[in-house]
């Protein structure tokens, strides 16, 4: 892999990784555009784009994650002196709980792995997911009027919002458009929608990596360690801006339209593409 590819590959990840249009099937086709083949360690740099994508979540919400990093250790703490928690002492502390309740889903797709990888090769199958993405932004819009925060949201919503995340362990199947959606389905606020699906990443990215651990030893990475930080370091760049660029569109009450059309534009040409 050249220091180009892993330059492009890295900006298509902290692009289409926030905004509601699938990492993992943009990534599938740029790297057959690209002609990249790492074999069996392409998971391995893939998780590495994901957690430069990750680091951005870390700088744009890090008020959030100190928060619930205080409020775990003062649940730890309660815990140990006191024998039990009093959750509505902070906020923080009902969302380290919906987050943890959200990822639970994941390990269904964790168990069907297996029968999931092999559409990461097919072009045509990301074609037909884009367009399930772009119907999903539409559907999205349709619930400009919600208005639930952490404050009033339900842990019940964090499951929804957690089987809607399962969705997109298909590739073409945006997990930022899923969450969001999810959100606004269980009557988020588009703010809250976008924040809690952005946290909820940060879950879901470090447990890729934990159960991909084991990959970052393959060869063809060891090899191209310059070309793979290149590229973290580019998803990390960009990822941050692409989360300012869509706070700003949904802080204006602005529709998800232009990315729903581009799912669908750039859906069918994938399918003609490949047929």
């Not at 893939?46 to 744009?60: N, Q």
């Not at 997911?129 to 208005?147: E, H, P, V």
């Not at 952490?150 to 899923?178: C, N």
């Not at 940060?202 to 090899?223: E, H, N, P, R, V």
Request: charged share 15%.
């Amino acid at each position: 892999m050249t220091y180009f590819q892993a330059l492009i590959l890295g900006i298509v990840q902290g692009a289409s990784e926030f905004l509601p249009i699938s990492s993992s099937g943009h990534l599938v086709i740029f790297q057959k555009l690209l002609g990249v083949d790492l074999g069996e360690s392409y998971l391995a740099f893939e998780i590495l784009l994901h957690i430069g994508t990750l680091i951005s979540v870390l700088i744009m919400f890090r008020k959030d994650i100190c928060g619930m990093f205080i409020a775990f250790f003062k649940i730890i703490g309660e815990l140990l002196t006191k024998g039990r928690v009093d959750m509505k002492k902070s906020e923080y502390r009902k969302l380290i709980v919906m987050l943890i309740i959200a990822t639970a889903p994941l390990i269904i797709g964790a168990l069907l792995e297996n029968y999931i990888e092999n559409l990461f090769t097919s072009v045509l199958f990301v074609g037909f997911a884009l367009l399930i993405t772009g119907g999903i932004l539409i559907a999205t819009d349709r619930f400009k009027n919600s208005a639930k925060t952490l404050q009033t949201a339900k842990y019940s919503d964090a499951v929804a919002v957690g089987f809607a995340q399962l969705i997109a362990v298909l590739p073409g199947i945006s997990r930022s458009g899923s969450t969001i959606f999810g959100g606004a389905i269980m009557g988020f606020s588009r703010e809250f929608a976008v924040r809690f699906s952005f946290l909820l990443s940060m879950m879901a990215i470090l447990g890729a990596a934990a159960i991909s651990i084991k990959d970052f030893t393959g060869g063809a990475i060891a090899a191209n360690w310059g070309p793979a930080v290149l590229g973290a370091v580019t998803a990390a760049i960009v990822g941050i801006l692409a989360i300012k660029w869509l706070i700003r569109l949904i802080s204006k009450g602005k529709s998800y339209s232009i990315l729903s059309v581009y799912c669908f534009i750039v859906g069918l040409i994938t399918i003609i593409t490949s047929l």
